[in-house]
């Protein structure tokens, strides 16, 4: 099998091609692999959103259901969030954060320091409203397509 990433591919079934395509892909589309659900609060900004650093989170599933705390690491390459306070213990005694997938995990409370943050998680209500106010053009310029087809018409009848 080839190890290049393909933008052409589309779907299958197949776990196999599923698992390739995901450790084949470039960073900037692994990125998208980090969307986690969003608490019934944040909703308004829809149902997932991609975690970040100081994102207040809940454990959904695994040994550490229902811990609650603030994600201190994203590993993209990994596909892997670290939260503060959900740690393992290792064989030398120490303690390292434990690794876990974004799917399992809840966001309850956002990090909105950056700008480009809170821009991108602003509530979708109005994202809604500002496509209404996009497609009333859009009708028009149809109505007007609907009126220069209807006079070539026209004027075969008048030939005959």
């Known amino acids: 099998m080839k190890t290049d990433f393909a933008t052409e591919w589309k779907a299958s079934k197949q776990p196999r091609k599923q698992r390739k395509y995901r450790y084949n892909a470039p960073i900037h589309i692994q990125k998208k692999f980090l969307g986690c659900h969003l608490s019934k609060e944040l909703r308004k900004y829809g149902r997932s959103i991609t975690v970040r650093k100081g994102d207040k989170v809940k454990v959904m599933r695994g040994q550490f259901k229902g811990k609650v705390g603030t994600v201190e690491r994203v ?20 303690k390292a954060l434990f690794p876990l997938n974004p799917s399992n995990i809840m966001i309850t409370e ?19 409203k500002v496509e209404k106010t996009t ?16 006079k070539p018409a026209e004027k075969k009848e008048n030939k005959e």
């Open 135 to 150: 497609t009333a053009p859009k009708a028009e310029v149809k109505k007007t397509e609907e009126k220069k087809a209807e």
């Open 110 to 128: 956002l990090n909105l320091e950056d700008k480009k943050r809170t821009k991108t998680a602003s509530p979708k209500t109005e994202a809604k």
């Open 75 to 94: 590993s993209v390459k990994h596909t892997k969030v670290y939260i503060q306070g959900i740690e393992t213990k290792k064989r030398d005694g120490s």
